[in-house]
C-alpha cells in the first residue's frame, strides 16, 4: 500500500531535550515536506526537500532540522525544543518538486508533539 | 506572494442540503488549485484540483468544485451533504512558476453535517 508513515503519532518531552520524528514514503516521490499544524493558522510549511541530499527552508523553518540522506526517508529534528513547537506536524511527500508538477500531496498520519 | 483565505472557520448544514465551502485566493499567474479534507487524527487526503480548462471540477466522494478567475476564488461544493462529509477542510493553492512546488493553505474550515 502506498503510504507516508510518520512515528511516533504522540510525543510528550521537555524543552530543550532533543528529538526526532521520523517520516518515511515508499512510493519512490521525489519530493517531501514537513508542515505543522496550528488553529486558525492552517498548515505552514517547515522544510522541503526536492530531492536526496536537496533541502531548503519553507516558511516557519526556526528551531527545526532536517535531512534526506535517502529518498524514501526525511526526519525532522528539533534539537532544543521549545514550548512553542508544540504543535501537529504533518509529513507530506508527492512525485516531483517541480512548481509545474500538480500531482496530490500524500499526507503522513501526523505526529502531535507537547513540549513543557 | 500567494495566500488562500477561508473566510469561514465553521460551516454547518443538515443532511441532504447542499453544502458550499468557501476559498479565495491570490497568486502571479495562472492558479493551481486544490481542496484536501482532514478526518479525526488522519492525515490530509486529497479531494480534487483545478489545473486548467472547464470550472467545474469534480472530485471524490460527490464533491465538485467551481473556478471563478474574476473572482479569485474556489468554492467547494457538494449537492447533498451526509453526515459523513463532517470534516475539516483545507483549501490550497500553488503556481507553475517559481524554482520549487510551494503549496499555500488556508486556516481550514470545519464542516459539520447534521443529522
Known amino acids: 500500500e502506498a503510504q507516508v508513515t510518520q512515528n511516533p503519532r504522540y510525543l510528550i518531552t521537555v524543552t530543550g531535550k532533543k528529538l526526532t520524528v521520523t517520516c518515511s514514503q515508499n512510493?519512490?516521490?521525489?519530493?517531501m515536506s514537513w508542515y505543522r499544524q496550528d488553529p486558525g493558522l492552517g498548515l505552514r510549511q517547515i522544510y522541503y526537500?526536492?530531492?536526496?541530499?536537496?533541502?531548503d527552508k519553507g516558511d516557519v523553518p526556526e528551531g527545526y532540522k532536517v535531512s534526506r540522506k535517502e529518498k524514501r526517508n526525511f526526519p525532522l529534528i528539533l534539537e532544543s525544543p521549545s514550548p512553542n513547537q508544540t504543535s501537529l506536524y504533518f509529513c507530506?511527500?508527492?512525485?516531483?518538486?517541480?512548481?509545474?508538477?500538480?500531482?496530490?500531496?500524500?499526507f503522513g498520519n501526523g505526529t502531535r508533539l507537547t513540549v513543557t | 506572494a500567494q495566500s488562500v483565505a477561508q473566510p469561514e472557520d465553521q460551516v454547518n448544514v443538515a443532511e441532504g442540503n447542499p453544502l458550499t465551502v468557501k476559498c479565495t485566493y491570490s497568486?502571479?499567474?495562472?492558479?493551481?488549485l486544490f481542496w484536501y479534507v482532514q478526518y479525526p487524527n488522519r492525515g490530509l487526503q486529497f479531494l480534487l484540483k483545478?489545473?486548467?480548462?472547464?470550472?467545474l471540477v469534480k472530485g471524490s466522494y460527490g464533491f465538485e468544485a467551481e473556478f471563478n478567475k474574476s473572482q479569485t476564488s474556489f468554492h467547494l461544493k457538494k449537492p447533498s451533504a451526509l453526515v459523513s462529509d463532517s470534516a475539516l477542510y483545507f483549501c490550497?493553492?500553488?503556481?507553475?512558476?517559481?524554482?520549487?512546488?510551494?503549496?499555500?493553505f488556508g486556516s481550514g474550515t470545519q464542516l459539520t453535517v447534521l443529522p
Open positions: 497568486v502571479s499567474g495562472n492558479p493551481y
Open positions: 526537500s526536492m530531492n536526496v541530499e536537496v533541502t
Open positions: 490550497a493553492v500553488s503556481s507553475p512558476s517559481g524554482s520549487a512546488r510551494q503549496l499555500t
Open positions: 507530506a511527500s508527492s512525485f516531483s518538486g517541480q512548481p509545474i508538477n500538480n500531482s496530490p500531496l500524500h
Open positions: 483545478y489545473i486548467t480548462g472547464d470550472n
Open positions: 512510493m519512490n516521490h521525489e519530493y
